[in-house]
């Protein structure tokens, strides 16, 4: 059973066991527009939730990417190094950008559901 | 930015036609302007060096200058060859201040007895003050604010536009001509900031919508927007006013030498000559140089430029994805023993020196028609 949560900053995270995978939101890179570069984090780094993970640059600007839940990565996505418009074309699916491994799910609870984030989403 | 925060953005006359192509718009020197359309940034880029783009730059001042011994005036404030244009030919210069730096770059034609000016959006109202203050009294200014500019930049530019204005195609790059396009008067120049062959079109406001529309029309062209026209014209290593060219850097750093005829330079008479031309004998201490980052990393804007031993040497001024070149590019000033195509050097992105070396620009071979 898989649970996606989402944070303001427009990332998505899907619990499966104790794996986190995580990418940026559809509507994150609509408003990104066409992404041109992605700095991946290191397999082995243990990012605290909050934590700098990784940066996307798209034809217009930089943006960082952050950890939304504490945990180690242990596989990130480097097909999107050599093929960053796959964010574009798939943002919550094939152009996920890394996985953590996770103990304490927890955390979660501070993120929104999918009805929450459409709600936020439509505010901004 | 802070007085765009309290003052309406201006919208220019194609201001519908954007939102029915669904251009996404964003705060551009006081207006209201599309960044992109629905294709995005690196479709319409790619678009505009294949076939043909349609961008409103109707936010830039046009203005006539006339009155007996026009050229002579406006030479007084720039250091272009005004006095040698040729009927109907066109320059690239710049509004000189009396340290050499440079107040906003322009364009110059010379139209029968007048001359034609195209400025930049954002230094519009302070140009024609500098002008009013400092040209002869005799000299007339008749700023056209009823008038749209629009780009159609591209190889099929010229196949397109034959359609609709017969005659077009055999212009000469920098030249200009009144003439009818699809029925309406307007003034074409055969010029551009893409680096491609293409024209400007200067059109009444009334008949402004229709003529993008009907441009637009044509199988070969697409609206594009700022996002791609800042990529273009970044490979065609153009300067943008405001971030590679300002108060504080004069025409010989900028690499804009070649803007400034052999009599100008000799004779001077502009804001600043002494330090130009004192500049022009002895060199600059920095120069404008083009970037090539050796990874994928863009280096923006504002991004250090270092030697190989961590000592910065100058300063990145644009920076980007260029997406003809298919990597990163940037241009910026370092200092002149730096300043070498081929230089190694270190750009500072994020905390990390990313290897890059000085390039020549263009990044892109340039296509302006050549007859």
């Known amino acids: 059973m898989s649970d996606i949560r989402y944070t303001e900053d427009h990332e998505w995270v899907r619990i499966d066991g104790d794996t986190a995978t995580v990418g940026i939101t559809d509507y994150a890179q609509e408003q990104l527009g066409d992404i041109v570069f992605i700095d991946l984090p290191e397999i082995g780094a243990a990012l605290a939730q909050g934590d700098d993970a990784a940066v996307v640059e798209s034809v217009k600007a930089a943006s960082d990417i952050y950890a939304p839940i504490t945990g180690e990565i242990e596989e990130v996505n480097d097909t999107l190094e050599g093929e960053p418009g796959r964010i574009n074309e798939d943002a919550e699916g094939e152009g996920w950008f890394f996985r953590l491994s996770v103990s304490d799910t927890a955390e979660l609870d501070n993120l929104m559901d999918e009805e929450a984030y459409q709600a936020f989403v439509k505010k901004l | ?371």
């Open chain 2, 1 to 371: 930015m802070d007085d765009q925060d309290r003052t309406p953005l201006k919208r220019t006359p194609l201001f519908a036609l954007h939102d029915r192509h669904g251009g996404k718009m964003v705060p551009f020197a006081g207006y209201d302007m599309p960044v992109q359309y629905g294709s995005g940034v690196l479709k319409e880029h790619l678009h505009t060096r294949s076939e043909a783009g349609l961008f409103d730059v109707s936010h830039m001042g046009q203005l006539y200058l006339h009155g007996e011994g026009v050229a002579a005036a406006l030479e007084t404030l720039v250091p272009g060859e005004i006095h040698g244009l040729a009927p109907g030919r066109m320059r690239y210069t710049q509004f000189t201040n009396d340290s050499g730096g440079i107040l906003d770059d322009l364009m110059v034609t010379k139209s029968g007895d007048s001359l034609f000016l195209v400025i930049n959006a954002a230094c519009k109202e302070a140009d024609i003050a500098h002008m009013q203050e400092n040209l002869p009294q005799h000299i007339g200014m008749e700023i056209l604010d009823d008038a749209a500019l629009i780009a159609l930049q591209g190889p099929a530019a010229a196949v397109v536009l034959e359609r609709f204005a017969p005659g077009v195609a055999a212009m000469k790059f920098m030249s200009s001509a009144a003439m009818t396009v699809n029925g309406v008067e307007c003034i074409v120049s055969r010029c551009g900031y893409t680096g491609e062959d293409g024209y400007e079109i200067s059109v009444e406001v009334r008949d402004a919508p229709s003529l993008a529309e009907a441009l637009l029309a044509a199988p070969e062209v697409m609206p594009v927007g700022l996002g791609a026209r800042d990529s273009l014209r970044l490979e065609a290593g153009l300067c943008l006013y405001g971030h590679d060219l300002d108060t504080t850097t004069t025409p010989v750093e900028a690499d804009l030498l070649w803007s400034i005829s052999k009599r100008r330079r000799q004779d001077g008479g502009f804001p600043g000559d002494a330090i130009i031309q004192q500049q022009i004998a002895e060199g600059t201490t920095r120069k404008r140089i083009g970037l090539l980052p050796e990874g994928r990393a863009p280096a923006r804007e504002g991004t250090e430029i270092v030697d190989r031993e961590g000592k910065q040497i100058g300063v990145v001024t644009s920076g980007g994805f260029g997406p003809s070149v298919g990597g990163p590019i940037s241009m910026g000033y370092v200092t002149g023993d730096s300043a070498a195509v081929g230089t190694a050097v270190s750009l500072m992105v994020r905390g990390k020196a990313l290897p890059a070396q000085v390039a020549s620009t263009p990044f892109v071979p340039q296509r302006y028609y050549r007859g």
